[in-house]
């Protein structure tokens, strides 16, 4: 069984059209995130949700909406795609705040392309 | 705010060559410090972590210590094989938000 799932691993869209991208884990977690990955392989955070409440917000645009309908699934919505968003979204799970030290277990990534 | 430098890549060894990856940090209080590696097409996976100074991580043959005197968490294997060929990552938990803070990344390639 995967872990942390997303869907759909490859994105290819136009500019100003809306999408959205899924992510499950079934590891029983509390607290998930989204990471962005450009195309130099650096990461960083955008959002993370514990037991469904936005914990992190980092100054991304409002065009981008995460959706927690429960604490297994994270979404994340974009609305009005710019080129600069082409990029690998990565979900990720922790078993929760606590602890700092928690690993995160990482989805296979979505690989978003906007023309 | 808090930050990771690692070296810059790519990294070309031998197999059965020894690997360090630098790895420093800037933060406040006792962060938890991490590598993650990336396989091609694959997400990120933990090798190791360390919670506390003078702690080492060890995981697959490779290795780091927490060194916070000098603020670092080197990566080292003493034989590198083909299949060590990834991206990876250092990163750092210092808050009870779970924020992971990640380094830029390097590319490790390893040739018969």
């Known amino acids: 069984d995967t872990a942390v799932s997303q869907t759909p691993k490859y994105l290819v869209t136009q500019m100003g059209n809306d999408k959205s991208i899924k992510c499950e884990q079934n590891l029983g977690h509390d607290t998930m995130y989204w990471y962005k990955q450009d195309s130099k392989k650096f990461l960083k955070i955008m959002f993370s949700?514990?037991?469904?409440?936005?914990?992190i917000n980092e100054t991304v645009p409002n065009r981008f909406s995460p959706k927690s309908p429960d604490k297994a699934h994270l979404n994340l919505h974009i609305n009005s795609l710019e080129l600069g968003d082409s990029a690998v979204y990565f979900c990720a799970s922790s078993q929760s705040l606590a602890a700092p030290y928690n690993e995160q277990f990482f989805g296979p990534g979505t690989r978003l392309t906007v023309l | 705010g808090n930050s990771v430098t690692q070296m810059e890549g790519p990294v070309t060894l031998s197999e059965e060559a020894f690997l360090t990856i630098n790895c420093t940090y800037t933060a406040t209080g006792y962060p938890s410090l991490f590598w993650y590696v990336q396989y091609p097409g694959e997400g990120l996976q933990l090798l190791l972590k360390a919670t506390k100074a003078d702690d080492k991580g060890s995981n697959k043959g490779f290795e780091a210590t927490y060194r916070k005197e000098t603020t670092s968490f080197h990566l080292e294997k003493g034989s590198v094989q083909v299949s060590d060929s990834a991206v990876y990552f250092c990163a750092l938990s210092g808050s009870n938000t779970g924020k992971l803070i990640f380094g830029q990344g390097t590319t490790l390639q390893v040739k018969p």
């Open positions: 949700y514990n037991n469904k409440e936005l914990i």
